[in-house]
Nanobody, 113 residues
Framework: QVQLVESGGGLVQPGGSLRLSCAASGFTVSTSAMSWYRQAPGKQREWVARISITGSPLYADSVKGRFTISRDNAKTVLYLQMDSLKPEDTAVYYC???????WGQGTQVTVSS
């Protein structure tokens, strides 16, 4: 049974940092492309970052240079390091196994002074 459990969200001031984690089970993280998405109140869910099977990252323009996606294959965990956070980054963040129906339950990130 595939499970994805996000953690690491919270309240942070503008300019601050957070690291999100997505603990995966029931499949092999190292042989799966995975993504982070986010959904702000009243908005559609949007793609944030993706890491390929070979470890190559891709980022949405809105987070490029500020966010870093990575994974620990041994621990089967996907990460999203978020630096220089802005109020517009406020959203629920979800991890997703690319081209599957598998999503985590989400973790709330709030950027506010």
């Amino acid at each position: 049974q595939v499970q994805l459990v996000e953690s690491g969200g919270g309240l942070v001031q503008p300019g601050g940092s957070l690291r999100l984690s997505c603990a995966a089970s029931g499949f092999t993280v190292s042989t799966s492309a995975m993504s982070w998405y986010r959904q702000a109140p009243g908005k559609q869910r949007e793609w944030v970052a993706r890491i390929s099977i070979t470890g190559s990252p891709l980022y949405a323009d809105s987070v490029k240079g500020r966010f870093t996606i990575s994974r620990d294959n041994a621990k089967t965990v996907l990460y999203l390091q978020m630096d220089s956070l802005k109020p517009e980054d406020t959203a629920v963040y979800y991890c997703h196994v690319v081209a599957t129906m598998y999503w985590g339950q989400g973790t709330q990130v709030t950027v506010s002074s």
